[in-house]
């Protein structure tokens, strides 16, 4: 990904070079996370964000009538329309620093220590899956900070409403605003009494008609 | 006075922002003739990519070559990493003249907080941004009135920015001016639950203000 980058970083601390470029890019999109979480990005309280996320699906679910698989699909139409903007919003944050990614373990990585670290402060685990081609965000037991307080009601929680499934929309539209298609599902939830939340990504596939002229 | 004018259009060709640095042109240009400018440079630009050179076209994903097109959806590959390694070194020119900012002045002031493009700490070597997205193309049409300068966002939002002769701004400094701009349009008007995606800018006060006040102090006026 970087490569030019990597290297003249080695270079200057004049480390010893037998190091795996994979790692080296892991390292710096973690480093580059970490710069944007601190230097751009504007924060707000946890916790406010928290309750107006619940009563904003609290609202949503009472309207549909309990009904989950309404509300999951709303709630990822919602975020669909958010990752269309905010994709924009990544690159101008980042300045350029990392180029159109060139192979799924760099996509998983790209959004896993970039982007989640940057809009929500926590870094999942990537899990990826050479032979389906799918990668796997996995959050710990509470890293993932939507459902922090949460604790669905019994008939929800039969019904499988994915409580944050707003994350999913994100990525997929964010994703498609930069000519990549691709299929984004929750496939568990620790709310749901799962061990981990899982966010999968899967049938990624690039659309070269919609790849900007000059790129 | 070296900027006439700024135009952004979006990813399929139409106008959505404009704003003029010189009262003259308002005169002599309306804005029809403006759309029209716009749709012309946007198919220049898309026609250029035509004629890359043999030796950048592996770089370049939408080159357009019309022997080996093959069909329209492939997978991200593994294997084709090289095509992204193609970096344009661009030297940081940081938000110039910070002696008109007095403390009162609350739009300059966030301006200098928020803009992304003020920390020089983000960038490894201090000194060079390094632009991955524009392979083939226009960055800069130099004529004997006017200079043109380019800049393309990786979502295919143009900025082009276009001044007159009296100062030479170089190719760089007006780059970094423009990804300034890309970060004040996708910080103000993009969050706007009320704007609609595509859609041309109207009304939006605190852009206007804050274009006017970055290009104050990037004394490009």
Redesign the interface.
């Known amino acids: 990904?970087s490569?030019?980058?990597s290297s003249?970083?080695t270079n200057e601390s004049s480390t010893v070079s037998q190091v795996d470029p994979d790692y080296q890019k892991e390292i710096f999109l973690k480093q580059l996370g970490e710069?944007?979480y601190q230097?751009?990005m504007?924060k707000i309280n946890a916790e406010f964000f928290n309750v107006t996320y619940g009563s904003f699906v609290r609202t949503l679910i009472d309207f549909y009538d309990s009904d989950a698989d309404k509300c999951n699909e709303k709630l990822k139409a919602m975020g669909e329309s958010i990752g269309?903007?905010l994709?924009?919003?990544f690159?101008?944050?980042v300045?350029?620093?990392?180029?159109?990614?060139?192979?799924?373990?760099?996509?998983g990585n790209t959004i896993a220590y970039v982007g989640f670290k940057m809009y929500i402060n926590t870094v999942p685990r990537v899990i990826f899956d050479e032979t389906n081609?799918t990668i796997k965000f996995r959050f710990e037991s509470n890293a993932n900070i939507f459902n922090k307080f949460v604790e669905l009601p019994d008939d929800i929680k039969e019904k499988k409403l994915y409580y944050s499934n707003i994350v999913s929309g994100i990525i997929k539209a964010a994703l498609a605003?930069?000519a990549?298609?691709c299929d984004v599902e929750f496939i568990s939830d620790t709310l749901l009494d799962d061990q981990y939340t899982d966010i999968q990504i899967s049938n990624?596939?690039?659309?070269?008609?919609e790849?900007?002229?000059?790129? | 006075m070296s900027l006439e004018s700024l135009l952004i259009i979006n990813?399929s060709g139409g106008l959505i922002y404009n704003k003029n640095f010189n009262d003259n042109i308002e005169k002599n240009i309306n804005s029809n003739d403006m759309l029209i400018l716009a749709s012309t440079l946007h198919s220049a630009?898309?026609l250029t990519?035509c004629i890359l050179p043999e030796v950048l076209q592996k770089y370049?994903?939408?080159y357009n070559d019309s022997k080996e097109r093959k069909e329209?959806?492939?997978?991200?590959?593994?294997t084709?990493?090289e095509?992204?390694?193609f970096?344009i070194k661009v030297k940081y020119y940081p938000i110039g003249n910070k002696v008109n900012i007095t403390t009162n002045n609350m739009i300059a002031n966030e301006l200098l907080r928020?803009t992304?493009?003020i920390?020089t700490?983000?960038?490894?070597?201090k000194k060079d941004?390094?632009?991955?997205?524009?392979?083939?193309?226009i960055r800069h049409i130099d004529s004997d009135v006017l200079d043109v300068y380019f800049y393309?966002?990786?979502?295919?939002?143009k900025f082009i920015s276009i001044s007159n002769k009296k100062e030479n701004l170089g190719v760089d400094r007006m780059t970094c001016f423009m990804?300034r701009v890309?970060?004040l349009?996708?910080?103000v008007v993009?969050?706007n639950p009320f704007y609609s995606?595509e859609m041309p800018i109207r009304k939006n006060k605190l852009f206007d203000d804050k274009i006017q006040m970055l290009v104050e102090m990037e004394n490009l006026v």
């Open positions: 990904m490569s030019n980058i003249e970083k710069h944007v230097q751009n504007k269309s903007r994709i924009d919003d690159y101008s944050k300045t350029n620093q990392i180029p159109r990614c060139s192979n799924l373990k760099d996509l081609r605003g930069i990549l298609n990624v596939t690039r659309i070269k008609d790849v900007p002229m000059g790129q | 990813k630009f898309t990519n370049s994903e939408s329209n959806e492939e997978e991200l590959d593994v084709d990493s095509r992204n390694k970096p928020e992304t493009m920390g700490e983000l960038f490894y070597n941004i390094i632009d991955y997205e524009q392979v083939s193309c393309q966002s990786i979502t295919g939002i990804m890309y970060s349009f996708s910080d993009l969050k995606v």
